[in-house]
């Protein structure tokens, strides 16, 4: 949507409104982006703006909310071009969200859960064979193909692109999964020293509460380490953060001429790592400009690994596929109920082998 005029009162303004502030978000992250910038880019002032939204949280879960209105219905096709027309989704639910307050949050996300269990029933509806268990992952890792588009740097003519992502998410809801078995509680692991149960313990706060809302006090409260003793390890709660992520950069970094040995070790290390992964997506924002752009070329070094290994076996998209992948298994080991499975990682497996094309599990069509 483009501007109006102003001084003009258009009637969509409102629509206007959240279109402009979900771009901004997006591109910049909710904490970069004021009421004025917002009020700005629809030509309007700020008081005006406060006619619709009387603060910036407000605006965000409306944003949200607006966002997740494209997953909507079992029609994949339709789906795929609601996503594509609301290419922030991803970003905007996984990133943005997690500024608004939990109960908030739980609240705007509620479509996303019944439209997972909607996708669970229609599978279950036509592959009898599936167990709820397995319907309902497929489910979610078909949302996860869908949302991977906001994560994509790639422009491809419509409807190319539709059918791309309508057929990558058909081949996800035939995947041939293999038994679950039954769910099991996570492992409790025990840290080797004080700094390392700091930084533990500050990696799950970061990722449960986002960087800005824990105090580092808090992290040594968490960890039973008092006070001043925090700092005997650790300078600032941006080096706990600098820490953690360069950690799981350096974890993921590694050479391979095997692009299923790269699905391997990523799956592992994301379900073993969940809440580095977390921060990973959500927190490298916060850190100083030259570890933040040290960070970013390192995880953009790693996509390319994977993308190169693709285009020696098939030609095609193989940088859409790849982010398709990342996307589900990330969305798996941030989704506690499904982490747990204890087939879960075989399972993923099967389902990025699809996606990559390194088995053929053909398409559905477009509806479940």
Do not use: C
Request: aromatic share 6%; no cysteine; net charge neutral.
């Amino acid at each position: 949507m483009s501007a109006p005029a102003r001084g003009t009162r258009p009637r969509n303004r409102r629509a206007l409104i959240v279109a402009a502030a979900a771009d901004l978000f997006f591109r910049r992250g909710y904490p970069h982006v004021g009421m004025g910038d917002i009020a700005e880019a629809v030509a309007i002032g700020p008081s005006a703006l406060y006619r619709h939204f009387r603060g910036k949280q407000e605006l965000l879960a409306e944003v949200v909310r607006d966002a997740l209105g494209a997953l909507a219905g079992t029609d994949l096709a339709e789906l795929a071009a609601g996503t594509l027309d609301r290419r922030g989704v991803g970003v905007l639910w996984q990133r943005e969200s997690r500024h608004l307050e939990p109960a908030e949050r739980r609240r705007v996300g509620e479509p996303l859960v019944r439209q997972a269990e909607r996708l669970a029933g229609a599978l279950r509806d036509r592959r009898r064979e599936l167990s709820a268990d397995q319907a309902d992952l497929l489910g979610w890792a078909v949302l996860g193909v869908l949302v991977s588009v906001s994560f994509q740097r790639v422009d491809l003519p419509r409807p190319a692109y539709d059918e791309l992502m309508t057929t990558l998410a058909g081949t996800v809801a035939d995947v041939v999964l293999p038994d679950l078995g039954q769910r099991r509680p996570e492992p409790v692991t025990e840290s080797a020293s004080r700094r390392e149960l700091l930084l533990t313990t500050a990696t799950r706060l970061f990722a449960e509460r986002g960087f800005h809302s824990v105090a580092i006090e808090e992290v040594g409260t968490a960890a039973g380490i008092a006070g001043p003793s925090v700092y005997h390890h650790f300078d600032s709660k941006a080096e706990l953060l600098m820490t953690a992520l360069r950690a799981g950069a350096d974890a993921l970094s590694g050479r391979t001429a095997s692009l299923p040995t790269l699905l391997r070790t990523y799956t592992g290390y994301s379900l073993a790592h969940h809440h580095v992964v977390d921060l990973l997506i959500t927190e490298v924002g916060f850190l100083p400009e030259p570890e933040r752009h040290e960070l970013r070329r390192t995880q953009r070094e790693y996509v390319e690994a994977w993308v190169g290994l693709l285009r020696e076996q098939r030609p095609g998209p193989a940088r859409v596929r790849v982010q398709a992948v990342l996307t589900v298994v990330n969305d798996v080991a941030r989704t506690p109920h499904l982490r747990t499975l204890p087939g879960i990682e075989d399972a993923l497996y099967v389902i990025g082998s699809a996606l990559l094309g390194l088995s053929d599990s053909g398409s559905s069509g477009h509806s479940l």
